[in-house]
């Protein structure tokens, strides 16, 4: 059983920075795509980066610039270093995969979310 298991939120100041990890577990081929989608409250669900495996990084336009998501494949690991936060970037964060199973279609996975604050 695949599980996307998260950690690195908390509450930060304004223009600081944090670093978001998420570890995927579990039987699986390969990563096709992994990255992180974050909802406020009130709010849908928005993607804030996605990475296609040995591709490119998708960000949304607000966090260009500022956040940069990567994934270490030895490790089956995406972070995601947000630096100058603003409070607009408070969220739950969801860590997301697609991964390719040795039997079946591939899958998407999420991860448990993790709460970014961005407060003085």
């Known amino acids: 059983q695949v599980q996307l298991v998260e950690s690195g939120g908390g509450l930060v100041q304004p223009g600081g920075s944090l670093r978001l990890s998420c570890a995927a577990s579990?039987?699986?081929?390969?990563?096709?795509?992994m990255g992180w989608y974050r909802q406020a409250p009130g709010r849908q669900r928005e993607l804030v980066a996605v990475?296609?495996?040995?591709?490119?990084?998708t960000y949304r336009d607000s966090v260009k610039g500022r956040f940069t998501s990567s994934i270490d494949y030895a490790k089956n690991t995406v972070y995601l270093q947000m630096n100058s936060l603003k409070p607009e970037d408070t969220a739950v964060y969801y860590c997301?995969?697609?991964?390719?199973?040795?039997?079946?279609?591939?899958?998407?996975?999420w991860g448990q979310g993790t709460q970014v604050t961005v407060s003085s």
């Open positions: 579990g039987s699986f081929f390969s990563i096709n795509t």
């Open positions: 990475t296609i495996s040995g591709g490119s990084t």
């Open positions: 997301n995969a697609i991964l390719t199973r040795y039997s079946g279609p591939a899958l998407n996975y």
